[in-house]
């Protein structure tokens, strides 16, 4: 499921959120991405996982995803906020859940330097397989106009010891699961992390 939602903890899309490893190739993106995406549909499909009701699951023939794009795969570096305090995030319900700050990504895309704030969920720090488990919430000039008008998120999991750089692949961005269902609750992505371009990459909106 989507980890930022309330509801099961399960997923093996976001699961297997990607870590600070080195830059794939053309080639290796590739497939990683398509692994990504047929995680995503099984996952739809999977009535202990899936937002989608019996008779959606039914009709479901998989989600629909922007073209693989390279460009909106990219390195950021992590400048990480050692004195954050927990705070509530809002979310699309009156639900409140705390959250830290790690830390933020700074990155190009289109020429155009871009940042976005790293958050971890603190309710999940206790939970056997997501104590490593980082959100990026964020809002783009495509929302509204190709991809989800509430804004999409991107899992990553907590960088080795020291580690300076990660990776950062909008082709994994994916919507909540408030844009499938009203039955969960959803952080809404902040102020901060608005994204000055457009990314068509990742999962578009169905709508």
């Known amino acids: 499921m989507f980890l930022g939602c309330l509801g099961l903890l399960a997923g093996a899309a976001r699961a297997q959120a990607p870590v600070a490893a080195s830059h794939l190739d053309v080639a290796a993106h590739q497939q990683s991405v398509l ?20 008779a959606e699951r039914q009709a479901f023939t998989g989600l629909p995803f922007y073209p693989t794009d390279y460009r909106y795969y990219v390195e950021a570096t992590l400048v990480r906020d050692s004195t954050s305090q ?25 020429g155009q330097p871009q940042h976005l704030s790293v958050y971890q969920p603190l309710e999940l720090l206790k939970r056997p397989g997501f ?23 991107l899992d990553l999991r907590l960088p080795p010891v020291g580690a ?19 039955a969960y609750s959803c952080p809404v992505p902040p102020a901060e992390n608005r994204l000055t371009v457009a990314i068509p990459a990742g999962v578009r909106s169905s709508h």
Not at 41 to 54: I, K, V
Not at 131 to 143: H, K, Q
Not at 169 to 180: G, L
């Open 164 to 182: 300076r750089v990660m990776q950062l692949d909008f082709n994994r961005a994916y919507n909540p699961f408030c844009a499938y269902s009203s």
């Open 35 to 54: 692994k990504f995406q047929a995680d995503l549909n099984a996952e739809f499909r999977n009535p202990q996982e899936s937002p989608l009701s019996a």
């Open 86 to 110: 927990p705070f509530a995030m809002p979310t699309s319900t009156a639900r409140r859940p705390l959250y830290r700050k790690y830390g933020e990504l700074r990155f190009v895309l289109d």
């Open 131 to 153: 104590e490593d488990y980082l959100m990026v919430p964020f809002t783009d000039s495509s929302n509204g106009h190709g991809s989800y008008g509430g804004g999409r998120y």
